[in-house]
C-alpha cells in the first residue's frame, strides 16, 4: 500500500516511515522544502512537495496520486504561532479530506490531540485555545465525512525511547506517550477494517500496541 504522509517531514512522520516500508509498505512524505528529499530518501520513503498553507485542495489531490490512504501527521504545535493551528492543523486537514476525495482515496488516518472536545479552561493561552479549537473541528470535519477514518488523539508527546505498551481507548486519561509509540499505532491501525469509525485516546500504558487496538476495536 501506498501511504500519503502529510506532514512528512515531522517527529511522528520520520518514526512512521521506517515502520510503514518494514510492514511492505510505501510511504510518500508529503514535504515543503526539497531540503528534506535526501534524508527523506534515505529512510526509503517517496518525496513529494506539497506546500499545506498555500496550496488548495486540488494540489493536495495530486499530491496524494497513486496512493490508497493518507496519514495526516501535520501540525503548527501548541506553541508559537496561532495562525499556523489554523491553516496547518485545520485548514490542512479539510484540504486533505478534500483531496483524498479527489484522488478516490477512501483510507484516512489523522493525528489529533487528546480530548479536544471538551471545553478549553478560561485561564489557557490563545495559542493553546487555538491549537485546541483546531484541532477539534478537524476531527468533526473528518467525523463528518464519508471516508473510512480513524483519529488518534495522543497524550503529550515526548522523545523518549517506544516501549511498545500504550493505554488506547475513547475515555483514556491524559498522560505522555513517545512519538515513536504513536507512529507504532499509526502503523498498526492502516490496513485494520475494524478500527474505522474510532476516534481513541492514546497515552503510554501497559498493553502491547496490537492488543491495545484489538481491544479497543471490539468495544
Known amino acids: 500500500m501506498r501511504v500519503a504522509i502529510v506532514g512528512g517531514h515531522g517527529q511522528i512522520a520520520r518514526h512512521l516511515h521506517p515502520l510503514l516500508v518494514a510492514a511492505g509498505d510505501r510511504p510518500v512524505a508529503l514535504v515543503r522544502s526539497e531540503s528534506h528529499r535526501a534524508e527523506l530518501e534515505a529512510a526509503s520513503a517517496e518525496v513529494r512537495l506539497l506546500d499545506i498553507e498555500r496550496?488548495?485542495?486540488?494540489?493536495?489531490?495530486?499530491?496524494?496520486?497513486?496512493?490508497?490512504?493518507v496519514v495526516f501527521a501535520a501540525g503548527g504545535g501548541p506553541d508559537g504561532n496561532k495562525e499556523r493551528k489554523r491553516?496547518?492543523?485545520?485548514?490542512?486537514?479539510?484540504?486533505?479530506?478534500?483531496?483524498?476525495?479527489?484522488?478516490?482515496?477512501?483510507?484516512?488516518?489523522?493525528?489529533s490531540a487528546i480530548?479536544?472536545?471538551?471545553?478549553?479552561?478560561?485561564?489557557?493561552?490563545d495559542?493553546?485555545?487555538?491549537?485546541v479549537e483546531a484541532k477539534r473541528d478537524a476531527d468533526a470535519a473528518l467525523r463528518s465525512s464519508d471516508l473510512d477514518w480513524t483519529i488518534i488523539r495522543p497524550g503529550r508527546?515526548?522523545?523518549?525511547?517506544?516501549?511498545?505498551?500504550?493505554?488506547?481507548?475513547p475515555e483514556v486519561s491524559r498522560a505522555s506517550i513517545p512519538r515513536a509509540d504513536v507512529a507504532a499505532v499509526l502503523a498498526a491501525v492502516l490496513d485494520r477494517s475494524a478500527t474505522i469509525g474510532h476516534q481513541w485516546n492514546l497515552v503510554s500504558g501497559e498493553t502491547?500496541?496490537?492488543?491495545?487496538?484489538?481491544?479497543?476495536?471490539s468495544r
Open 55 to 69: 496550496e488548495d485542495a486540488d494540489a493536495f489531490g495530486r499530491a496524494f496520486d497513486g496512493c490508497e490512504a
Open 87 to 111: 491553516t496547518v492543523d485545520l485548514e490542512g486537514s479539510l484540504k486533505s479530506i478534500e483531496g483524498a476525495g479527489l484522488a478516490g482515496i477512501r483510507r484516512f488516518v489523522q493525528v
Open 115 to 125: 480530548d479536544v472536545d471538551r471545553p478549553v479552561a478560561d485561564d489557557t493561552s
Open 127 to 131: 495559542v493553546w485555545r487555538a491549537y
Open 157 to 169: 508527546l515526548t522523545d523518549e525511547a517506544p516501549t511498545g505498551l500504550v493505554a488506547l481507548g
Open 208 to 217: 502491547p500496541v496490537a492488543e491495545a487496538i484489538n481491544r479497543a476495536a
